[in-house]
């Protein structure tokens, strides 16, 4: 299985040690093509961009949202990114799970929390001790479809 991670990169790096936390356990389900999303050397400057700069970022993460068999992303830092990837996500029917802490003392955007179906598209508030188990169950249902 090929799991595409979203996460805040140039919208903030706060959350970048549950980043690490959630890749970890995705990668017990297949392939993390977005792996360095959880990097801590990765700051809010966004990667090194080659060359072709900004398109060439676009471009690759375009490609692996397109081969990935579901989406997982941590919404809770707000990030234009994040959102940009989603959307695109739906118009390509993949399967996909927000997790969102409220414990941060944010709101979700009314946009992610609106959409969800419980089926295509899963908003999860969680804690950061039971994000482990939240994906478990989610990978778990995934497998019974």
């Known amino acids: 299985m090929k799991v595409y991670f979203c996460g805040s990169i ?20 297949g392939t993390v093509l ?10 809010d400057r966004g990667e090194d961009a080659t060359a072709a700069g900004d398109r060439a970022i676009h471009d690759r993460d375009m490609d692996w949202l397109r081969q990935s068999d579901v989406i997982v992303a941590e919404v809770t830092q707000p990030s234009l990114g994040v959102g940009y990837e989603l959307g695109h996500a739906v118009a390509m029917k993949k399967r996909i ?13 009314a946009m992610i929390r ?5 089926e295509l598209f899963v908003v999860r508030d969680y804690s950061e001790e039971e994000v482990e188990n939240v ?3 989610f990978f778990n249902a995934l497998k019974r479809t």
């Open 10 to 29: 140039r919208g903030g790096r706060d959350d970048v040690h549950v980043y690490r936390r959630i890749v970890g356990k995705l990668q017990s389900y």
């Open 97 to 109: 799970l927000c997790l969102f802490r409220p414990s941060s003392g944010r709101s979700l955007s």
């Open 135 to 137: 994906l478990e169950e």
């Open 34 to 43: 977005t792996e360095h999303v959880s990097s801590p050397e990765l700051t």
């Open 114 to 118: 609106g959409f969800a179906d419980g």
